[in-house]
């Protein structure tokens, strides 16, 4: 049953989703609909799967004291600070989704103060009131009617307070906010660490390649033969004709680059996508026929 | 015996050329050689895909990137926004990355919310844009994971892939701008921002070619020769590769920007390397000849 139940499984929604592309009927369509709807349920699961399978595969090492163990330590310490960070711990509390209101009566003009923090910007209606050395506190005479108070941080991270005010003559309106922050992926924690930490991170990864083609340029790349010399010769003309400079020195390159790019490139990318699909076929109908098996697991 | 020079520069020391890839990068950023960046006909093809569309089309944006494609591909993003924010185009976005969504909440802050040519903008004689209002003018559907299959979803739901609601938790039917939108062929254009996979390639192979959908794509420099063969047949109508197509996009559009200041250093950087392929083999033969030479006496 262990190995019987996934095989049928396999079977039944593999050869569903083979011939469901040929019926175009609503029925099928709505069915397909849904399954794929579980298909992005498994995924979202497959997450958690994920989460688990790195503590089970890392936390023995490190009772063990592998080599590199320390880094397996930062491992599970990141990815519990990002998941920390990653609730949105804010709809716990009782954090103040608006600014508070005071209105008192007062001689005059309609009159309207905004109390905030140095850092938070205060829109009145349309216009962005430029922050002030003594605290960002706007005050002003305003015509009687509605106008909508914003109260947003200038980094992102943090609630936008939304007040709409209702004002007449003789009436002096005093608003005060201060935007709280926020956890969760848009969370003040979550965006700090992603900017200041993951994307630099990631950023200096993908960068590295730069010095190290350079270095295999200089070291590896080497015309030995007949076929080498002609992928050196290729590279060399790619390079002149999809930077600007290939142009400059002659509309020879960049033509020379795109015919490169149109002709031999795309017909061998297409020899190899065609074999690669055909292999992809086979496979499938070895998983679907129940003769492939190794994704049932070693013992299957 | 004296070792021969070419024995020598075998042994080179790699942190030499890693300095000049270096100098490469940084200089040309400070002292820019401001050739222009002519853009291709693949890119052409994608600027002409979105000129053409009508006012107030529709479009579909996938941003399936992460920090690390950013320096070949926002450029690229950030130009075709501003042409599409010019045509009044409403705007829907989502990503099948997941390290995307807060790059995606930023690309909302500074392109789609704000104007990215406002009027007296320096060095722009283009049509200006306006600020975007969330759900009125554009929605962000968010981040799906599931890879193919959810690409699939896309292209016969877009309310069950995203279960009715935009990222903000607005209900889908709450927006009127996402009337008549309930899938992919639903749209005049996708708009593909792809640094790899999922991305263009499985737009192609589990939606695009089966609703035959309109799109453009964008892609890293080496992932050009994976989608060429797709603008070939022309499953993708444009595509706009590497920072060398966002900078002849850029051009295209009229803003310059960071693709432009890019090229320069995709110039030089492509010049070192070339130097240093010719460098090696000069090497590599001199060696070859004197190690011949003196098997010979």
Known sequence: MKKTLPLLFGMVFGAYAVIEFYIPHHLVGSLSDELRSWAAILAAAAFIIGGINILQVTWPKIRRREPDWQYKVVLLAAAAVMLLAGLPWHKLGDTPATPTVLIEAVPGPAHLVVNAPADVTIQVGAVIAPPRPDGARYQADVGPGTVEVKLSRRVPGYRTQLAPITITDGQRVTVTGDPPMLWGREGRVFVWIYDHIFSPSNATMFALLAFFVASAAFRAFRARNLEAALLLGAAILMMLGRAPLGRAISDVFPDLAQWILDVPSNGGRRAIMMGAAIGAIATALRIILGIERSHLGSDA | ?297
Request: glycine share 10%; aromatic share 10%; charged share 20%.
């Open chain 2, 1 to 297: 015996m004296k070792e021969h020079w070419s024995d020598r520069l075998q042994r080179f020391d790699r942190r030499w050329i890693f300095l000049v890839m270096g100098l490469a990068v940084v200089v040309p950023l400070f002292f820019p050689l401001g050739l222009p960046a002519k853009p291709d006909r693949m890119t052409k093809a994608a600027f002409n895909a979105v000129d053409a569309l009508p006012e107030g089309a529709r479009v579909f944006v996938s941003i399936d990137l992460d920090p690390a494609s950013t320096p070949e591909i926002e450029p690229f993003f950030r130009a075709v926004i501003l042409q599409l924010k010019r045509k009044n185009a409403k705007l829907v976005f989502a990503t099948t990355w997941y390290q995307a969504p807060p790059l995606v909440d930023r690309y909302m802050r500074e392109t789609i919310e704000v104007a990215i040519a406002p009027a007296g903008t320096a060095g722009y004689s283009g049509l200006n844009d306006r600020p975007y209002r969330k759900n009125v003018d554009y929605v962000n559907l968010g981040f799906r994971d599931g890879k193919g299959a959810i690409i699939q979803a896309f292209g016969s739901s877009l309310r069950l892939a995203f279960d009715n609601h935009a990222d903000d938790g607005t209900a889908l039917e709450r927006i009127p701008m996402m009337r008549g939108l309930e899938k992919l062929a639903d749209f005049d254009l996708i708009v593909l921002v792809s640094a790899g996979s999922p991305g263009a390639k499985e737009y192609v192979q589990f939606v695009g070619t089966r609703e035959r959908l309109p799109m453009i794509a964008a892609c890293t420099a080496v992932s050009t020769t994976d989608l060429a063969p797709y603008f070939q047949t022309g499953q993708l109508i444009g595509l706009v590769g590497g920072m060398a197509g966002s900078a002849g996009y850029e051009t295209l559009v009229g803003k310059p920007g960071a693709g432009t200041a890019g090229a320069d250093v995709l110039n030089i950087g492509n010049i070192v390397v070339i130097l240093a392929i010719v460098f090696g083999n000069v090497v590599y033969f001199a060696g070859r000849y004197h190690r011949r030479q003196r098997g010979a006496s």
